[in-house]
Each structure stands twice: as C-alpha cells, then as structure tokens.
C-alpha cells in the first residue's frame, strides 16, 4: 500500500460513508474513532461488503497511532458532533501533529469558532480547514457538494480527494475553495437557511392543499411530481413528492398523516438568521422557516390555540394550481437571493472574496438544496447582475414578476382561510420592499428623531437636520 496520509475520525453515520467514498476513489484512509472498538466493526464491515475498498482503509485505536499511521503532511478529517467533540479533538491531536499538517473539520460547525481554531492553531504552524459537506448519507457515501474553506494553500494537497469524492455537474466537482478561515462553513450554514426556506415553502402549499382543499397526501404528490418536471425542479421537490406518495407500512395510513407536526432543529437555520441580522441585513424568508419551526415545537398551545379560536380553513377556496406553481418558483428565487446577499455581506466583512458563481455552482449537484434554478443562478453571476443583486437579475425577471403576483393571490387566499403562510409572506413583503424606491422609514426618522433627537437627512439638503418638533 503507497503512503497514506489522510485519517478520519468519527465513523457515525456519515463518517463511515465518507470514509468508504475515499477508499472507493482509490485514497489510502486511516480511519478512528472516540471508541475504538467501533473500528475493527467498521473494518470488518467494510471488508464483508466493500471487498476492494478495504485494502485502503487502515485502523488506528489512539490518537498516536493515528498520527504514526500518516506520512506528512498529514490531513486529518473530523466528522464528530459540533462544538465541544471538535475543541476536544483538536485539543488531543495539536500537540502530536508537526507543522503543515491539517486538520479539517467536516460537520456543521458555527464558522466564528471555525475561525478561533484556525487562529489557534495557525499559531502552531497546523492549519484548520472548514469545510461543509452537504447530500446526507447518500451524498457523503457517493458524491456530496464540498464547500472548503480555510488557507490557500491547505486546500493543495487535498484538492484531488475532495474533487474524486464529491458529486459531479456535468463533469465539473461540486467541491471548491472558497476563502479563508470560515468561508467553507459560512457557505454551509447559508446553505441549510436557504435548505429551510425551500423546505417551509413547499410544506406551506402542501398545507393549503391539504387544509383549503382537503386533497389527499397522495394527490399532492402526484402534483409535486409533475411541478419537479419543470422550473421546480429539484432534490426538495422530488423528495416531497415520493414522501406524499408513501404509505405507513403500520397503518396504511399515509406516512405524512402520522408523522407529529412538530420539527427539530440543529441550529445552521437559526445561524444564518442571527449572522443575517448582525450583518445589517434580513434573510426574512429563512427566518420565517426558522420561527415557523420554532412554533411548531409549541404544539400543546396551539391546540389550545385551535379550540378557543376555530375557523381555520371552512371557506373552500380552490387555489389555482398554476398560481401555486408560480408562487412556489417565485418564492424559491426569493430565499435564495436573501442567502446569496447574506453571504456577500459576510464576504465583505470578513474580507473572504467567496466567489458567488462558484457556490452556485457547487451546489447544483450533491448537496440538499440542489435544484435546476442554480444554474441559472450561477449564469446571473458569471453575467452582468445589476447592482450585484440576484433579485434583479434578467433571467428571473419575468418568474418574479408573475409569481409575485401569484403569491398575492394565493396568500390573499390563504388568509381569508386563516391558513398560515409565513415562509410566502415574509419573501413577498421583501420583495414588495425591494420594488419600492420610496418606503416607510421617513416616518421612523421623524420619530427617532421626534423622541431622541437622532437626526435624519433631508431629501432636498445635504448634512443631518432636526424636526421643529414640540416647539
Ligand atoms: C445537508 C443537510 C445536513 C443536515 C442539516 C439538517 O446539507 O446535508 O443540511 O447538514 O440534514 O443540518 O439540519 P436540521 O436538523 O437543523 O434540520
């Protein structure tokens, strides 16, 4: 066997799969784990099922035969929980690594402490790359989207691994550098905001159906099915469609009628929200998806909520479904514009210069969100995008243009129901806003100013003027 100098340690769900993808491309692997017995399991595993693929997985039971295991410079792969297993890995293996080696996070970390273990250990001469991987296990199995961050020059001699192992557009690697220390986690996390946008507007028409029409699961499937043949196309839509579509093996009941409505969260969701709002801006439609999953958890209140306020969905209206069609595409550009705006403003402030084309790029094969419009929306930011802003970009004028005014007909439908669509309404009041040259906030000014004498500009002098309030 010819030198190997990659390790990966954590062989979870998506640590095992990754590991058998690199064996699979041909690179020698060190594999371990924070209990050892797990990796004669995995090698025993992996040698009954994968023949081949084992003769370049090697097992290490302590963090020193891991290192002794790898010739320099050595690349170290951690798929282990965020947070406290990952400060408590690099704390164990800093001191055994020599300068130039790497240590590569690959779960979903925040990117501010992806960015204090890259300084920590930039200090010893180690690298610390961030780097998010998207698909799930299928994905890290066969080809996710890699989106890698950290220094320059770390990315080198893992450049032809991370390429072999990730999904493949065309022929072109869903994988890339994109700018130093945090980037490749940032992208990640806006990744999984825009993953819930989409994921909260597809159940909000499902919802419509469902408690406006009463349409059977199935039926909504079999719609999704046929929206996923066109402009909707995409890894969400697709998945929608087959689990509608799917009966309860106990029951015969259809899978999503027994499933409780009530949604669990990692926290990359809530992260975009927070950076989002640091940063001066509002991804509103993330948010939305965010909060709508943070409500869903209070699911004793809300029945309550249902008792002393009836009256949801009694009034029949039957949604047009090209409306919803238009509205769902509409809304989708929508969240997506709010990702890509929240990362150029990360990419200012943290003077990352990521590369906009290139994520969209990435991310059209591979990883969750992966959809047709991304190519499109890689062409926008190849071409001339207007002021920079993938909302007004020619190739999406006319699906926003119709499908705003489809989601004002199809919320406006919605709410004479008392049928909830916050992921819609948030994406079309920013929309609204964006199209408005002159808004609200001349009336905030004068009051800011009214109460606090704050100040505020005047449209026909320049400097900072006061109102002649209460004189
Ligand atoms: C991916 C997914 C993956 C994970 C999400 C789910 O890109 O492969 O985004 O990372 O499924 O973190 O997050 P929640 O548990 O917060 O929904």
Redesign the pocket.
């Known amino acids: 066997m010819s030198d190997t100098n990659v390790g990966l340690i954590g062989l979870g769900t998506m640590g095992s799969a990754l590991a058998l993808n690199i064996a699979e491309k041909g690179f020698n692997l060190a594999v371990t784990t924070l209990r050892p017995e797990r990796v004669d399991a995995f090698l025993n595993d992996a040698a009954d099922l994968h023949g081949n693929i084992s003769d370049h997985l090697t097992g290490a039971k302590s963090p020193e035969e891991m290192v002794a295991a790898l010739t320099s410079p050595r690349s170290l792969i951690l798929l282990v929980p965020a947070g406290k297993a990952v400060d408590a890995i690099v704390e164990t293996y800093a001191p055994l690594l020599e300068p130039g080696d790497t240590i590569i996070d690959a779960g979903?970390a925040n990117f501010h402490n992806t960015r204090k273990r890259a300084e920590l250990l930039a200090a010893k001469g180690l690298h610390f790359v961030g780097m998010?991987?998207?698909?799930?296990e299928e994905?890290a199995r066969h080809g996710?989207?890699i989106m890698v961050g950290g220094a320059a020059e770390s990315f080198v001699p893992i450049r032809p691994m991370i390429e072999a192992i990730s999904a493949k557009f065309e022929g072109d690697p869903c994988a890339d550098w994109l700018g130093p220390d945090g980037a490749g986690h940032f992208v990640?996390t806006v990744?999984?905001g825009i993953?819930?946008a989409d994921m909260q507007l597809i159940s909000e028409v499902y919802g419509l159906l469902r408690d406006g029409e009463a349409v059977a699961p199935k039926d909504i499937g079999v719609l999704f099915e046929g929206w996923n043949a066109g402009g909707l196309s995409s890894y969400l839509m697709e998945i929608s469609a087959e689990i509608l579509q799917t009966t309860d093996p106990d029951t015969g009941a259809p899978m999503v009628d027994v499933i409780k409505d009530k949604?669990?969260?990692?926290?990359?969701?809530r992260w975009t929200v927070i950076e989002a709002l640091s940063l001066g801006q509002s991804a509103s439609a993330i948010e939305a998806a965010v909060g709508a999953?943070g409500w869903s958890a209070d699911l004793a209140a809300r029945a309550r909520g249902e008792a002393l306020f009836p009256g949801v969905g009694q009034k029949a209206v039957v949604f047009d479904r090209d409306d919803l069609e238009a509205a769902l595409l509409a809304a989708r550009i929508i969240a997506y514009a709010q990702g890509f705006q929240v990362l150029t403003a990360a990419s200012e402030e943290y003077d990352w210069n990521v590369d906009m084309a290139r994520v969209a790029e990435i991310w059209r094969a591979g990883?969750?969100?992966r959809s047709a419009l991304l190519d499109d929306i890689s062409d926008a930011f190849r071409g001339d995008l207007p002021d920079g802003r993938l909302l007004f970009a020619p190739a999406f004028h006319d699906a926003l243009s119709k499908g705003s005014d489809a989601m004002r007909r199809v919320i406006a439908s919605a709410i004479a129901q008392g049928l909830p669509v916050p992921g819609f309404s948030a994406a079309l009041a920013w929309f609204d806003t964006m199209r408005q040259a002159r808004g609200t906030t001349n009336m905030v000014q004068a009051q800011r100013d009214f109460f606090g004498a704050h100040g505020f500009e005047r449209l026909d002098q320049s400097g900072v003027h006061h109102g002649p309030w209460g004189s």
């Open positions: 979903n998010g991987v998207s698909g799930g994905g996710p989207s990640k990744h999984n993953e819930y949604a669990g969260q990692k926290g990359t969701g999953r990883c969750i969100i």
